[in-house]
């Protein structure tokens, strides 16, 4: 007989997934700007990728949150119950 314990499920984390996204585009356009002649704004650059990670970091918080099981539903039916 064998009896396997598994811990919770782990998800990626919105955070990790969201800044590593946003290193990678910053390296990309130093990349880009070392083979072609691009002339980039950092001040347009930088307010773009803060516009992006600030909805990207909304947007996978509400995703979480809508997505994320309750573990606690039997503590919810024992609070709720009567008691004779």
């Known amino acids: 007989m064998s ?3 598994t811990g919770p499920q782990r998800r990626p984390r ?9 290193i990678l ?3 990309g356009l130093v ?10 704004d950092p001040v347009v650059v930088a307010l773009g ?3 992006g990670v600030g909805l990207s970091l909304v ?3 509400i995703l979480s949150l809508r997505t994320r099981t ?3 539903s039997q503590d919810d ?6 008691e004779y």
Not at 31 to 40: A, H, K, P, R, S
Request: glycine share 10%.
């Open 70 to 72: 309750t573990t606690d």
């Open 31 to 40: 990349l880009l700007g070392q083979f072609v002649t691009l002339d980039i």
């Open 49 to 51: 990728l803060l516009i």
């Open 14 to 22: 919105v955070v990790t997934i969201v800044w590593g996204a946003v």
């Open 3 to 5: 009896t396997s314990i």
């Open 25 to 27: 585009a910053v390296a």
């Open 77 to 82: 039916d024992a609070v709720h119950a009567p």
């Open 59 to 61: 947007a996978g918080g």
